[in-house]
């Protein structure tokens, strides 16, 4: 009894590595090999490497990081539902051979000119991503002690010259024109 326990597991172990054999009154083809699945990356105009991947049912895989010019990548998704981010291991599932797209967030610029109103500055303009923090520059003028930043005549929270704090908030490009108080 014990040897044919013994017979039987080391008959399941060699199918399991894809022997067929017989042994001991036991004939076992090998275990079935699970199928290849292709994953298809569609960066949606942007670049990916690898573009595919190819694995096994089963197996493990990482999710590639897409680039776009412009544009922040968020996640990867396909229409039935899925979604994963870039970097993120993925079971590679029995659905047959599918395409992850690429979506993606279009980075919102604006370009800050800064009028010195009879000054001198730099820079004269930055362009940034909105939604982040910058620091102001400080303009100079011969007999003037510059009072702050406005926009349309009116100054804006963080006007002040080398505000480390000033947030550029979503708008079109605009101009931040200095005013001065004249020494005496």
Not at 12 to 19: D, E, K, P, W, Y
Not at 133 to 149: A, H, K, N, Q, S
Request: glycine share 10%; proline share 7%; charged share 20%.
């Amino acid at each position: 009894m014990k040897k044919a326990l013994i017979g039987s597991k080391l008959c399941v172990s060699l199918a399991a590595m894809g022997i067929a054999m017989f042994f001991n009154g036991c004939f076992m083809q090998p275990a079935p090999t699970a199928p290849m699945q292709t994953i298809t990356f569609d960066p949606k105009g942007g670049t990916v490497e690898p573009a595919a991947i190819t694995a096994r049912e089963g197996a493990t895989i990482t999710l590639p990081t897409p680039v776009r010019e412009g544009h922040t990548f968020l996640y990867w998704w396909y229409p039935g539902g899925w979604s994963g981010r870039a970097g993120e291991e993925y079971r590679v599932t029995p659905y047959g051979n599918w395409t992850a797209e690429a979506y993606w967030e279009k980075i919102r610029m604006q370009t800050i000119t800064f009028d010195p109103r009879g000054g001198t500055v730099e820079p004269t303009s930055i362009t940034v991503r909105e939604e982040t923090t910058i620091t102001l520059p400080t303009p100079v003028r011969e007999g003037y002690t510059f009072d702050g930043w406005r926009y349309r005549g009116s100054r804006f929270t963080g006007g002040d010259a080398g505000d480390e704090n000033y947030f550029v908030v979503s708008h079109d490009d605009w101009t931040a024109e200095a005013y001065w108080i004249k020494n005496e």
